[in-house]
């Protein structure tokens, strides 16, 4: 099993940045891919990004292209997604998720482990 805890959400006024942390523990050794989703009320989980322990290559939805990015420190089994110019639409509960999986990453299905969410909320 692998356990994966999000911490670093918050409240912040548009325009603003944020960085969200993502701990694993466990089997982490089983995993390769680290993602990033979110999930706004009444609204499915959507992909962010994803970055891989080995070499750390990144994968982006177009909506954060450019504005998100995912990094990784291995010793610390630790991934981070820093947020600049936050948008009141990316306001969501993000979630960190593991997979040992190299394709189709955008699917949360591929996932099968998850952390708690925590929230973002960027306001106007």
């Known amino acids: 099993q692998v356990q994966l805890i999000e911490s670093g959400g918050g409240l912040v006024q548009a325009g603003g940045s944020l960085r969200l942390s993502c701990a694993a523990s466990?089997?982490?050794?089983?995993?390769?891919?680290m993602g990033w989703f979110r999930q706004a009320p009444g609204k499915e989980r959507d992909f962010v990004g994803a970055i891989r322990w080995t070499g750390g290559s990144t994968l982006y939805a177009d909506s954060v292209k450019g504005r998100f990015t995912i990094s990784r420190d291995n010793a610390r089994n630790t991934v981070y997604l820093q947020m600049n110019s936050l948008k009141p639409e990316d306001t969501a509960v993000y979630y960190c998720?593991?997979?040992?999986?190299?394709?189709?990453?955008?699917?949360?299905?591929?996932?099968?482990?998850w952390g708690q969410g925590t929230q973002v909320t960027v306001s106007s």
């Open positions: 998720a593991a997979t040992a999986v190299l394709v189709e990453l955008g699917l949360s299905e591929k996932y099968p482990y």
């Open positions: 466990g089997r982490t050794s089983s995993t390769r891919v």
